[in-house]
């Protein structure tokens, strides 16, 4: 709500965000920049890390895709799903898509995929009693964490420390 609610900047930031200068990146939350797909994340989110995968082409439904840009967008999910999931050692992933104002998407005219990472237990009441979300870190700090993992996916800022090595998989108990 916050969101809908609030000023909106001119045009569609989708279209606007992954053109500009790669020093921008950082205060726009993007983590890596293909030719057909970027990610960001979410300025508003669910959970700490939650991410969204945006086509680079101007499109408000999955059908105005071709499919090289279909392929290029879910490559890019699949992608930052399993860096997300080093990234924050997270148990698993809610991947899913809002098209259109009535089913919940808040940028309706730019369609995108959101990937929030999840633990068990992780879900808490503060938004159903209080409106309110708890994040345990600020979005640069997160920004600063996740963009190592996200380099090897796309072009990211030049100045980063190389992608930490992977987190060997936890065995299931």
Same mark, same amino acid.
Do not use: Q
């Given at each position: 709500?916050? $969101?809908? &609610?609030?000023?909106? #900047? +001119?045009?569609?930031?989708?279209?606007? $965000?992954?053109? *500009?200068? +790669?020093?921008?990146?950082?205060?726009?939350?993007?983590?890596?920049? &293909?030719? =057909?797909?970027?990610?960001?994340?979410?300025? $508003? +989110?669910?959970?700490? /890390?939650?991410?969204?995968?945006?086509?680079? &082409?101007?499109?408000? =439904?999955? /059908?105005?895709?071709?499919?090289?840009?279909?392929?290029?967008?879910? #490559?890019?999910?699949?992608?930052?799903?399993?860096?997300?999931?080093?990234? %924050?050692?997270?148990?698993?992933?809610?991947?899913? !898509?809002?098209?259109?104002?009535?089913?919940?998407? @808040?940028?309706? #005219?730019?369609?995108?995929?959101? !990937?929030?990472? &999840?633990?068990? @237990? =992780?879900?808490?009441?503060?938004?159903? %009693?209080? =409106?309110?979300?708890?994040?345990?870190?600020?979005?640069?700090?997160?920004?600063?964490?996740?963009?190592?993992?996200?380099?090897?996916?796309?072009?990211?800022?030049? *100045?980063?420390? +190389?992608?930490?090595?992977?987190?060997?998989?936890?065995?299931?108990?």
């Amino acid at each position: 709500m916050e $969101y809908i &609610r609030g000023p909106k #900047e +001119p045009g569609c930031i989708f279209c606007r $965000y992954p053109a *500009e200068e +790669p020093a921008k990146f950082a205060e726009r939350l993007i983590l890596c920049v &293909r030719a =057909d797909a970027f990610v960001m994340l979410n300025k $508003y +989110p669910f959970a700490s /890390g939650h991410l969204m995968v945006v086509p680079t &082409r101007h499109a408000s =439904d999955l /059908g105005e895709l071709t499919a090289e840009e279909h392929a290029a967008l879910f #490559e890019l999910v699949r992608a930052s799903a399993s860096a997300l999931k080093v990234a %924050v050692n997270a148990e698993g992933v809610n991947i899913g !898509i809002n098209v259109g104002a009535a089913a919940g998407a @808040g940028i309706a #005219e730019h369609l995108h995929v959101h !990937i929030v990472p &999840r633990w068990r @237990g =992780d879900m808490n009441f503060m938004p159903v %009693v209080a =409106d309110l979300r708890v994040m345990p870190e600020a979005l640069s700090a997160t920004w600063s964490r996740l963009v190592p993992y996200f380099r090897p996916l796309g072009e990211t800022p030049a *100045e980063l420390p +190389p992608a930490p090595r992977r987190r060997p998989a936890r065995k299931a108990r």
